[in-house]
């Protein structure tokens, strides 16, 4: 894997870190106020040593003593004293020394024959003995340390925030040939930032993706598995059928229910496809109320075999004024069909289903709630409840195709709403059973 951001992180921190350290150094020796550089103080120190040194000496033995001195000296200090004999004149001002470098120093002094000599010590060469070396007179363990310390520390810093990308891109790239199990969480540890947020929304992005991957391939296999058992039995018919002709009224009554679930089955799938791909047409404007009031009537009718009643808060009698729905009246209401014919399906004799309608004025939405008495459905199961082929309680309707709530889904999302399902247990409201809520917008022609 190329490392282009690693180098680029690396070689900036680095130079960044460089730049401070050295910097600080050179505006710390520019701009530091009354406080001077340590070779400014040392060659300081060790002039004015010297120079009172041979100033007591000529002062008290002459002339003769302090050459005896200054050739005790190094050979390389003794050129940095001067010392002539001057006619006589005022000893000059001592010379205040610069904060930044030391100026040469300079004294009259007497001897004890009477002459007057001028002592002249050059600091240039000491100052430049004492100081130290490497670029802008930073001393060496500095550039030392600003070399291998900001390496060190652009190496640390370019590291952590490469790896996560480079663990983000690895996970792309297996997504991309097909591993959906990839998974980056792992990878994270204990990080709190920006990129671990990046790689949960990545795990949450495959773990999706490989839910629906996983919904379609169910929904292939299941789709081919429920064509090729009616398809089988229609082969079965004829063959009967030609086999013997006097059974041809019976094999025509079977060949037209295959046919007709068939028809059923290809209705659902279409109709799946449909709403998925936003075709279905919704301009017309239709009375929710009535819309809902005519779909509990229906299912009332079919409960009456199972014993379950079906109860609404809407009445026969006209409604006041309320808002309309703009959108695909057939589509909701076989949206609505769907939710409520799970609800009957699931419950049992003496059971009730409960449908409620309410405008949320403040909202503009309506709220259509289907609650029924079954055994509900275990929390991590409610994910895949809309999902095709799964039915509330994790298994495939035997009277239908699996196909209905997820039809009911992709019409409310069509018409710009939401349903969720819920137990009611979770809600404090019952024991057992489940609640369907839909909510779907009010129509913009609607008025209060």
Do not use: C
Not at 55 to 79: H, Y
Not at 122 to 146: C, H, K, W, Y
Not at 214 to 240: F, N
Not at 321 to 327: A, D, E, I, W, Y
């Amino acid at each position: 894997m190329r490392l282009r951001l690693f180098w680029k992180i690396l070689f900036l921190f680095w130079l960044t870190f460089m730049l401070i350290v050295e910097g600080m150094w050179v505006i710390y020796t520019l701009f530091g106020g009354h406080h001077r550089p340590l070779d400014v103080r040392v060659a300081e120190r060790f002039a004015r040593q010297q120079m009172a040194t041979a100033e007591a000496v000529l002062r008290r033995e002459g002339i003769d003593s302090l050459r005896a001195v200054i050739d005790a000296w190094p050979a390389g200090e003794q050129t940095w004293l001067t010392v002539r004999p001057v006619s006589g004149a005022p000893e000059p001002a001592p010379i205040k020394s610069h904060q930044r470098s030391l100026p040469p120093l300079a004294a009259r002094v007497a001897a004890p024959d009477g002459v007057i000599y001028l002592l002249s010590y050059d600091t240039s060469q000491l100052q430049a003995e004492f100081r130290p070396p490497g670029p802008l007179n930073i001393p060496l363990p500095l550039v030392t340390f600003g070399i291998v310390g900001g390496l060190l520390f652009a190496a640390v810093l370019a590291w952590y925030l490469t790896n996560p990308i480079r663990r983000l891109r690895d996970g792309f790239s297996q997504l991309a040939q097909g591993h959906l199990g990839v998974r980056l969480k792992e990878h994270v540890g204990r990080r709190r930032d920006e990129l671990a947020d990046l790689a949960r929304d990545f795990d949450r992005m495959a773990e999706r993706l490989q839910q629906l991957i996983t919904s379609r391939e169910r929904m292939l296999h299941v789709v081919s598995h429920e064509l090729r058992s009616p398809l089988a039995r229609l082969h079965v018919a004829v063959g009967l059928a030609q086999q013997d002709p006097r059974r041809l009224s019976a094999t025509l009554e079977r060949i037209e229910l295959e046919a007709r679930r068939l028809d059923e089955m290809v209705g659902e799938v279409l109709a799946l496809a449909r709403t998925e791909s936003g075709s279905p047409q919704l301009d017309d404007y239709l009375d929710l109320n009535r819309l809902v009031l005519t779909v509990a009537n229906d299912a009332s009718f079919e409960a009456q075999s199972s014993r379950v009643k079906v109860e609404t808060d809407l009445g026969e009698a006209a409604s006041p004024p309320h808002p309309t729905v703009k959108g695909n009246a057939e589509l909701l209401r076989r949206a609505l069909e769907n939710v409520v014919r799970n609800a009957l399906r699931h419950s049992t004799r003496g059971q009730t289903v409960r449908i409620e309608v309410a405008p949320d004025w403040a909202g503009k939405f309506f709220t259509i709630k289907v609650r029924d008495q079954g055994p509900g459905m275990e929390p991590k199961a409610l994910e895949s409840f809309f999902e095709p082929f799964v039915q509330g309680h994790g298994w495939v309707d035997g009277q239908g195709f699996g196909l209905g709530l997820a039809i009911a889904q992709k019409a409310v999302q069509a018409h710009g709403g939401s349903i969720r399902a819920q137990n009611l247990a979770d809600l404090g409201l019952a024991d057992r059973g489940l609640m369907v809520t839909i909510q779907l917008p009010f129509g913009p022609q609607g008025s209060a």
